[in-house]
């Protein structure tokens, strides 16, 4: 087992090394925001669309992050070096820093950062064709007045509960609805439904993370000329629909065969999520910041 190095506050150390205060407020109060990010033969696959996340993220939340941009981007690129991984997950985690025990972050001046690389654990091949069973659970995406779903925060409360109805109804990814009823996203991953050969994704107002994979998929729809929509819509929706698929930084694009006992289509990936996950796999390589070979 190769050493594994991550980045803390300017120092690079060992696994078993890297902690932090249990005054933080990430800790605390979920006070903080992340990427995750792959890593796809040494290239960062949309690095600058991540990163500008993250400092959007800081920006909303009034955090400030002590790298500057182009910093950040070379610190992210130095640890997948040090940790000599060509494909992986990078978790990137900017908390408010440690405090006091009261909520107030002018306590906390000083963030933490802290930047893991490891192996990821994927879905097989065989869900990619054959799709996943998936639910609409009761838990409701927060509301974007009260905690907005386009910031990234370390408060995932929300997706957790989601979560673990996936788990009691023996599925790995749900499909969760805004609190008007409209389908919102997945615990961690957007969604997708195709109807007669439209592609439909929810606007991010209603409820859904601005995924960076959804948005490279929007980007592929319009190359290959597949209309492709933001428009609201509800489980009924989901239910008839041709085809269903989520996508995220780990699950890629992922066929849906399955909805609330709902037969999805054929009951396995249709032939245009087949396409859109072929399309997308063939940009991870190019379509990022290249790890290795830059001086
Ligand atoms: N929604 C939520 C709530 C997420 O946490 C994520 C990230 N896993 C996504 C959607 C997908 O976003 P991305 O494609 O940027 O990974």
Redesign the pocket.
């Known amino acids: 087992m190769m050493a594994q190095w991550i980045y803390l506050n300017g120092s690079y150390v060992q696994k078993e090394n890297a902690m932090i205060s249990v005054y933080d407020h990430g800790f605390l109060y979920g006070d903080g925001i992340f990427e ?1 990010i792959r890593i796809y033969n040494g290239n960062i696959f949309k690095c600058k669309e991540h990163l500008d996340r993250l400092y959007d993220s800081a920006k909303s939340i009034m955090l400030d992050i002590p790298l500057a941009y182009e910093e950040m981007k070379s610190v992210l690129i130095e640890t997948v070096r040090k940790n000599e991984l060509r494909d992986g997950y990078i978790r990137l985690v900017v908390s408010r820093g440690p405090g006091d025990l009261g909520l107030d972050p002018r306590r906390s001046p000083k963030a933490n950062v802290v930047i893991i690389v490891e192996q990821l654990a994927i879905y097989p091949e065989e869900a990619y064709l054959n799709g996943l069973k998936t639910v609409s659970v009761s838990t409701r995406r927060n509301i974007p007045d009260a905690l907005n ?1 386009k910031i ?1 925060s370390l408060n995932y409360l929300n ?1 957790i509960l989601v979560k673990i109805q996936a788990n009691l109804a023996g599925v790995g990814e749900a499909i969760m609805l805004n609190s008007q009823g409209f389908v919102a ?6 969604i997708f439904i195709i109807k007669r050969g439209i592609v439909f994704t929810p606007p991010c107002y209603c409820g ?2 601005e ?4 948005a490279a998929i929007i980007e592929i729809c319009q190359k290959i000329g597949i209309p492709c929509k933001e428009e609201p819509f509800t489980l009924h929706d989901v239910y008839v629909a041709d085809e269903v698929f989520f ?4 699950a890629e694009v992922i066929a849906v065969r399955e909805v609330d006992a709902r037969t999805i289509g054929e009951g396995k990936a249709g032939p245009i999520t087949t396409r859109l996950l072929k399309e997308f796999r063939a940009v991870v390589e190019v379509d990022g910041a290249k790890v290795y070979d830059i001086n």
């Open positions: 995750g779903p990234k997706n996203e997945g615990s961690s991953d957007n859904a993370l995924g960076i994979t959804r996508t995220g930084t780990a």
